[in-house]
C-alpha cells in the first residue's frame, strides 16, 4: 500500500516562529489560565510574603506554582532596574567560562563571559 507524503513544512507557521523570534512572544499567563478549559481549581497560588517561608514547603510540599506579588518580607535583594548583565560581567569577569543553551536549538554550549554579554 502507498502513502502520500506529508508534508510538515508549512510556511505559515515558519512566518509566524519569525515573528516570535524578533518581536518575542508577548502573552499574559494569567489570561490563558482564565480562557483555558485545562486548568480546573486553583492552579497557582497567590500568597503574601509573610505566608510563604519554610513551614509553608513543609507542610503543602510546594505542589503548585506560587505568585508573590509583593516581594518585600521575603529577604530577598533585588537588583535595581539599572542593573545589567555588563554588570554580571564587571563582578564576576569576562574570562569566566558559563554554561548557556541555545534557546533556538537547544544546544548546550560553553562561552566566557565576555562572549556572552556581547551576545
Not at 508534508?7 to 499574559?28: A, H, S, T
Not at 513543609?58 to 555588563?86: A, D, Y
Not at 544546544?107 to 556572552?116: D, I
Amino acid at each position: 500500500r502507498t502513502q502520500a507524503k506529508k508534508n510538515y513544512n508549512d510556511e505559515d507557521d515558519d512566518i509566524l516562529l519569525e515573528e516570535v523570534l524578533e518581536n518575542g512572544q508577548k502573552w499574559n499567563i494569567e489570561q490563558k489560565f482564565a480562557a483555558s478549559n485545562n486548568y480546573q481549581g486553583k492552579f497557582v497560588e497567590e500568597l503574601s510574603a509573610d505566608e510563604f517561608n519554610l513551614s509553608y514547603i513543609q507542610r503543602t510540599g510546594f505542589p503548585n506554582p506560587v505568585v508573590i506579588k509583593q516581594h518585600r518580607g521575603l529577604g530577598l535583594r533585588v537588583p535595581t532596574s539599572r542593573f545589567t548583565v555588563h554588570d554580571v560581567r564587571l563582578c564576576i569577569g569576562s574570562k569566566r567560562i558559563i554554561d548557556v543553551v541555545n534557546v533556538e536549538t537547544q544546544e548546550s554550549l560553553q562561552m566566557t563571559m565576555k562572549s556572552w554579554t556581547d551576545y
